[in-house]
Nanobody, 118 residues
Framework: QVQLVESGGGMVQAGGSLRLSCAASGRTFSMYVMGWFRQAPEKEREFVAQISLNGGFTNYADSVKGRFTISRDNTKNTVFLQMNELSPEDTAAYYC???????????WGQGTQVTVSS
């Protein structure tokens, strides 16, 4: 089982960009579908983006489509979330997650905070 550690969060002005990284331990990273989720204060956690085992397929929440890009480097056991055109509505704790294909997400990182000021 992998363990996940996110990094790259911070504070940025509206319209700016951030790139989140999620480093996974273990040798089986390429066996996991990877996803990003976020949770704003007093809101439910929501899906942001997902990428397939080899990176060939991705899908996004409508709210981030066209602004965020998920990618992965299986040689470095890392998944990324490039976030452009950030708005205050993107302010949240962002979590990296992993799952075996066909199952629910069951492995989570500790989260990294993203704060976008207007």
């Amino acid at each position: 089982q992998v363990q996940l550690v996110e990094s790259g969060g911070g504070m940025v002005q509206a319209g700016g960009s951030l790139r989140l990284s999620c480093a996974a331990s273990g040798r089986t990273f390429s066996m996991y579908v990877m996803g990003w989720f976020r949770q704003a204060p007093e809101k439910e956690r929501e899906f942001v983006a997902q990428i397939s085992l080899n990176g060939g397929f991705t899908n996004y929440a409508d709210s981030v489509k066209g602004r965020f890009t998920i990618s992965r480097d299986n040689t470095k056991n890392t998944v990324f979330l490039q976030m452009n055109e950030l708005s205050p509505e993107d302010t949240a704790a962002y979590y990296c997650a992993a799952k075996i294909p066909g199952r629910e997400y069951g492995i989570w990182g500790q989260g990294t905070q993203v704060t976008v000021s207007s």
